[in-house]
């Protein structure tokens, strides 16, 4: 792709998501379409964290862990010690690099299903721990979680209160995209950049890497944390939308669909996550009419999707750019 | 000429069994010095010790003066002593020039945060990259197969692709493992001719080797284990007449030492 | 005391019974079955069906468990795994088809047994009491009959024809095709294997604590606990790992009882730190 044709498909892709999903939204009235593209902005923004790790050759089954304890951190310091919501979300995505930072440290040194599977573990660590420490506020979780208050610097208003305004769901929606924007471009940076270039020998090989001087154990961290920052971001926002957070907020399943959007769009392109955050959670919606089946087609759907495009629907556009 | 590694005492046990029992020899600067020795005389046990991928029970390397034991491989490769992989160890998703380019890892002077926020310290490092990469494709005989995918690289070319990463990392001593291994003659000449090269451009080598021909044709000097000890020291023509050394080979053919 | 190590020893068989299956799949295919907490739950349901709907004898229920699930699994290996093994570019994304496939059968669990959980009539009745171990004869019938499918796969594995060529196949798929293996061939049986040891567990458990769509999932999770305790693709690891959770299962319930829910938790952390210890598990091989 040229220079020019990519500025043209980023703000080509901007003007549809801050401009006609609103108009279109508030011409139709389905007012509720905004809830569920928050979640899947929100959620594509922790895939995308999920999708890093995978740059790195990790198979990370834990991000669950990271925005149940992203939502926490925000909840707390929300509702227990009064603070703005805003800085939680910097808050948030913070103690959850920093946690990610010490539970990497040991663990990133698995490779392949052990990492999988002791990250697919750490989920259930997580809602083990809400559920036991008393700050959590065991099962019973977090609620009434106000909404978010006014944000502004040197007394000039940048985000009114969520609280007074006419529409808090466009507010939460152009907040989750705006982040997903930003959280994408940074990947984007990211994989483009000598930095990606870097992971990406650690996925293709880590002996090597060492080799050529690369600290392994710092860029495996680094990736990881940036990862676990995500989610945390991700789940301080949900605890913020659904003004609660509980210790099944997310669970296991939650961490697995965060894998499989990832595998869905396609491992080896940036956006794929997001695309396959989209149509895994449209497709769950749209299943919704066909009642005690959805599950039964949603899974065949994905059986099906496997075995004739297993490297990802974004693989489909590269084919067919190939031949074309 | 003034000794640029010093390997010490080393000893590598693995429970109870002793790969490396109290090896010591140097590597002169700009020398090509070769370790030779039959299966299992713990020739690569060695070399990964000195490469920092093992950790020696007892004993220590020292480059320069400095003790390189004990670090991690990458700490190992900052201070000079950077090895290529037996097998054709690459990374195979990434083209021939990108491996090249990024094995210049150690020489970047920008800050991975730098990289990503594209300063021009990064852009001035990554173009010096560019260039260096095409001068070391050119040299190994790669230039031709700059923008290929490195998994569909021939055999042959592979080595030579391995030989490059190590390079680009501007390593002090180039630890090659078993270069000449899989090679018809005509490769084996092509690669002897390629390492004396690298010495000319300044580099020591040390070699880890089964090819009895190549190695007499390509050192400078010989270090023989057997049954993880050193059993010689010398120049090719000293160890061609070591008895010590033919007797360890004895059962093995006579022209396989060269003789 | 005594009673704490029985129970664990009985949880432990299980346990170590379902996590040999896991791990063999493991072994032979680099896949990590996700479905296979599924596959316990259809194997529990079958034999719900057999035993204790239709009456029939408890041994031809347990057969009908395994040969079912047998057959399932020959057919999602050659149908599936092996065509996405053989199309995918990286082998994770057999993680994705595993996963789906768990969805599929919970989804068809669900349709066909609904969502209440069910039991069967006990298959022996009393209880053993004696030198301080209390142990209804029931649980000790299906831990012994558990003991006794240990042996018999161990035995299997280590002397058969079948067993000997999957054993080679786990070591080294090319070196093992080199000498004439037919990898394919013995990958389903393996599959088959792997499934069959899960549907087997389902049914033997389900006179003891009955079963619900629900668990799937969460006996996945244990057994993949299991596997990287023991070491992934050894089999003994899958059975050191079975006890050693079993145990660890049963003395915490007992000693932690008056922390509230807190058992699993510490096993969860005790494990994250084994493993940062020991990434390979007790004798697993590296590189997983």
Known sequence: MTRSVKIASVAAFLAIVFIAVPVLISVSGRFDLYYTLTSVALLSIASAGVWLTFYIGRINIGQGAYALMGGYVSAILVVTHGWSFWPTLPAAGLSCAAASVLIGLPILRLRGVYFAMVTLVLTEVARLLALALPITNGAKGMVSIPLPGALSIFGLTIIPDFATLHNARLAFYLLAVALMVVCFAVVYRLVHSRVGKLCQSLQQNEELASSIGVNIAYLRVIAYAVSSFFGGVAGAIFAAISQSIYPSSFTVIDSVNFMLNCFLGGLGYVFGPMLGT????????????????????????????MLFLPNGLLSLAATTRKKG | MADLLEVSALTKRFGGLVAVNNISFSVREKEILSVIGPNGAGKSTLFKLIASFLRPTSGEVRLKGERISDQAPHIAARKGVVRTFQETTIFKNMSVRENVIIAHHLRSRASLLGFFLGTSAAKADEAAFGTSADEILVLLGLSSLAGETARNLPHGHLRALGIAIGLATNPSILLLDEPF????????????????????LGLTILLVEHDMPAVMKISDRIVVLNFGQKIAEGTPAEIQNNDKVIEAYLGSEDEAIGL | MEQVIANGFYLGAQYALIALGLTLIFALMNVL???????YVLGGFISYTVYGQLGLPFVVALLASGVTLAVIGALMEKFLFRTVIKRSLREESTMLLAAATAFFFDAVILLIFGEKQRGVPKIVKGVFNEGGIIMPYDRMVVGVLALVFIAAFVLYMQYSRVGRAMRALAQDRVAAQLMGVQVDRYSMIGFAMGAMLAGIVGGLLVTITGVNSGIGGPISIKAFMMVMIGGAGVVGGAIAGGFILGMMESVGLTVLREYGDVTYLVIFAALMVFLSIRPNGLMGKPWG
């Open chain 3, 33 to 39: 079955n996700f479905a296979h907490g599924q596959m």
């Open chain 1, 278 to 305: 989209l149509v895994l959670y449209f497709g769950w919606d749209l299943l919704f009419q066909t009642g005690r089946f959805q599950l039964l087609i949603y899974s065949t759907l994905m059986i099906v999707l």
């Open chain 2, 181 to 200: 291994a899989g090679m018809n003659h005509d490769e084996t000449m092509r690669m002897v001719a390629m390492i004396r090269r690298l010495r000319e």
